[in-house]
């Protein structure tokens, strides 16, 4: 089972949102300034939660391994992932692991950062392509969902593997080696919702995405 989703939250409203979140939720919100923060990890949290109740699991748990992951303590087998942008969230989830970025296209970029935190044939590739811009976001989204996947996150430095796309579609070549064994197994969907980019890490090809609405969040 895989399902992922995502949702503009531009006009989510959080007085009608907020008595919906639980207690850990709230508390998060509280440490934000600015609503539209507020909305991104509000619209994150609600759209897992009608994701997961299309699927008939209800009243998740969420919780936090020690590297800093969640997950859903009383529901064995279900695996999630979220990630947020500007005015998008988007969520995955699956009985296996998965990992999954959204990113808004900046058409003002600094390339340069490519060459910082890129394999240097992945530079290559954004430098050569016709639209480069493009180029990179496709791959910066593919490089994050794959971090997410393996539960490392950020620990997971970005030189420190490489994204191939190649006839076959993507793959992943580790010079880790406590990651190599497993390089096979994932299989990498990409999404383009112009202007956002959407990479989803698995051991399932994704086909199929599905577009919600925010008043379907409440």
């Known amino acids: 089972m895989i399902k992922v989703a995502y949702c503009n939250i531009k006009d989510l409203d959080l007085e009608k949102a907020y008595p919906l ?39 998740p748990i969420i919780k936090i391994e020690d590297n800093g992951k969640p997950y859903i303590s009383n529901h064995e087998g279900i695996c999630f992932n979220m990630s947020q942008s500007n005015r998008m969230v988007a969520c995955a989830i699956s009985d296996r692991e998965i990992g999954i970025d959204i990113e ?34 496709k791959y910066w989204v ?6 997410k996947y393996t539960g490392l996150g950020s620990l997971l430095e970005t030189a420190t593997f490489e994204i191939i796309d190649d006839e076959d579609g993507f793959k992943v070549r580790n010079q880790n080696p406590d990651l190599k064994e497993e390089e096979d197994k994932i299989k990498f969907s990409f999404f383009d919702l112009n202007p956002y980019k959407l990479a989803i890490s698995s051991e399932d090809e994704v086909d199929e995405i599905f577009e919600y609405n925010v008043e379907d969040l409440y």
Not at 142 to 147: A, I
């Open 104 to 137: 808004k296209k900046d058409p003002l970029i600094d390339l340069k950062i490519a060459d910082t935190f890129f394999i240097n044939s992945e530079y290559q590739t954004v430098k050569k392509s016709e639209n480069s811009i493009d180029e990179f976001f």
């Open 142 to 147: 593919l490089k994050e969902s794959y971090m």
């Open 21 to 59: 979140l639980p207690d850990s939720r709230k508390d998060k919100l509280e440490g934000f300034i600015f609503d539209s923060e507020k909305r991104l990890s509000c619209g994150s949290y609600l759209l897992l939660r009608k994701m997961l109740d299309d699927e008939d699991i209800d009243d």
